[in-house]
């Protein structure tokens, strides 16, 4: 029997949205820790969206298999330092670089959340995609962050007030100036910008710093910024 008809009575169950298109997300990760169930109780709360996490040896796997079109917003939450490339690499490594290429290529949206922005530094299409290049940062973690919302009218952050949370800050050079920036910190020790979008090419791209962990997910203000954000570069709103 299919997987997916064997299942089919599970899924409805567990995505009963009374006829709601669900929004669908791939989350890539790898090569960095994140808290699983913290991260998990975040991503269920995610309303309206059906959402996939998967490390990127099986998103380059189902890419070679044709089935990236499944998604309607790609959200990079990994940090891989060298390449991307296809050579080279074990037969279950897949192709990530064609992969990642693909999603970025497509006209569906991305996000590049947190330590994602900053995969694959030496890759101009990743620094295409945030506006950012990075020379030189410094961390550091629990710290308490004014966050301010410079446009309230924006969809992302549309009704929200500046408000303060915990996270790690990123110290490092801002994104370019043709990047829209949403939300930034007076905080000495962070990148001014803690959230932005682009277009490029007709495509969306949402940057959002923050969310390192736990004490942060937990903000009822950064949950409605990162939902609101995936939304938004799908196109949703």
């Known amino acids: 029997m299919d997987y997916f008809q064997r299942d089919k009575g599970m899924k409805m169950e567990l995505n009963d949205t009374k006829g709601e298109d669900l929004l669908k997300v791939a989350i890539v990760t790898g090569d960095h820790p994140y808290e699983v169930v913290a991260f998990h109780r975040l991503i269920r709360s995610l309303a309206g969206m059906d959402v996939y996490i998967q490390n990127i040896d099986n998103f380059a796997h189902d890419f070679e298999h044709g089935k990236l079109d499944f998604y ?25 670089k064609s992969a990642l ?3 970025l290529d497509s006209k569906k949206g991305v996000v590049m959340w947190h330590h994602g922005m900053l995969a694959f530094p030496q890759w101009d299409r990743r620094k295409e ?3 950012l290049n990075v020379q030189k940062m410094t961390v550091s973690f629990n710290e308490t962050i004014p966050v301010e919302v410079l446009n309230s009218r924006h969809p ?15 110290n490092m050079d801002g994104p370019s100036p043709d990047c829209d920036v949403l939300l930034r910190t007076t905080h000495p020790e962070c990148v001014k910008e803690l959230a932005w979008t682009r277009v490029v090419r007709g495509k969306r791209s949402f940057v959002f710093q923050s969310g390192h962990d736990g004490q942060t997910w937990s903000n009822e203000n950064f949950q409605r910024v990162l939902h609101r954000g995936i939304q938004w570069a799908s196109g949703r709103i």
Do not use: R
């Open 129 to 131: 995609m945030t506006g």
């Open 156 to 170: 992302i952050t549309e009704g929200l007030s500046d408000w303060a949370m915990v996270d790690e800050t990123y």
């Open 101 to 103: 290429e693909f999603a």
């Open 72 to 96: 309607d917003v790609f959200v990079f939450f990994n940090y891989h330092q060298d390449g991307p490339t296809d050579e080279d690499l074990k037969w279950f490594k897949g192709k990530p």
